[in-house]
Nanobody, 123 residues
Framework: QVQLVESGGGLVQAGGSLRLSCAAS????????MAWFRQAPGKERDFVAA????????YYADSVKGRFAISRDNAKNTVYLQMNSLKPEDTAVYYC????????????????WGQGTQVTVSS
């Protein structure tokens, strides 16, 4: 089992920045690819960004490319999502997820989830 706990959400004005963190415990963190998803009210849980086991490879949804950056610190068992130039449409609950496979963008393919952290961007 892998336990994931997100933090860092909040209320920010459009154009602002936030940094989300996801702390992992349980099994060996470096054995898992990590991802961030988000879910707005009434919508599906959408892929945002993913990072491989070592942090050497990342990829992003087109909607956040160039504005968000995912990173990880395996010594701290933590994955981050730096969000810049935030827009009102970025408002959602943000979830981190873990899976042994890298490259998946569909939420049902991920084995482990955190409880989510709310991000609200005001216009």
């Amino acid at each position: 089992q892998v336990q994931l706990v997100e933090s860092g959400g909040g209320l920010v004005q459009a154009g602002g920045s936030l940094r989300l963190s996801c702390a992992a415990s349980g099994r060996t963190f470096s054995n898992y690819a990590m991802a961030w998803f988000r879910q707005a009210p009434g919508k599906e849980r959408d892929f945002v960004a993913a990072i491989n086991w070592s942090g050497s490879s990342t990829y992003y949804a087109d909607s956040v490319k160039g504005r968000f950056a995912i990173s990880r610190d395996n010594a701290k068992n933590t994955v981050y999502l730096q969000m810049n130039s935030l827009k009102p449409e970025d408002t959602a609950v943000y979830y981190c997820a873990a899976d042994r496979h890298y490259g998946r963008t569909y939420h049902l393919e991920y084995d482990y989830w955190g409880q989510g952290t709310q991000v609200t961007v005001s216009s």
